[in-house]
């Protein structure tokens, strides 16, 4: 199978960000290079995780989210504006490990949560649902609603 013209240019761009710790910007490239690959149910496991770890939204919550229920919707972007959050970094760097396997080690996911924090999960699934080649309604919702919230 060949690549589209448009899919040979979004793998040659590089990581427009550039950051002082040199093991933020290794994580910051790899989830750059990461996010090409990911599939759309990937990253739906990906936006849920960060809903239920970070946020501390529940399934039904999230399920209602994904409807356009306007409670759910609310409840969501009240939590992305900064209230109510749970911030469980360990559980969401383990899920994102299983949903990418063999990509982080133990060292990674411990540094991932005890250094990074919130910047690095926010940072994290904003890259995976701006640069991708397969769409994710779930990450583009979660983008649409923290703008409204913001």
């Not at 589209?4 to 093991?23: C, I």
């Not at 490239?29 to 239920?52: I, P, V």
């Amino acid at each position: 199978m060949t690549q589209s013209t448009f899919e040979k240019t979004v793998r040659a761009m590089k990581n427009p960000k550039q950051l002082s710790d040199s093991k933020a910007q290794y994580f910051s490239d790899l989830w750059f290079d990461q996010a090409l690959d990911l599939t759309s149910e990937q990253q739906t496991r990906l936006g849920r995780a960060y809903l239920k770890h970070i946020l501390g939204v529940k399934g039904s919550t999230i399920n209602r989210y994904l409807t356009g229920e306007s409670k759910a919707v609310t409840e969501i972007g009240i939590k992305m504006s900064g209230k109510g959050r749970k911030n469980d970094y360990f559980a969401y760097w383990e899920e994102v490990s299983e949903v990418t396997p063999k990509t982080y080690s133990a060292d990674d996911l411990e540094w991932l949560t005890e250094n990074a924090g919130g910047w690095g999960a926010y940072d994290f699934i904003l890259t995976v649902g701006n640069h991708h080649l397969q769409p994710c309604s779930l990450l583009e919702q979660m983008a649409i609603t923290a703008h409204v919230f913001k």
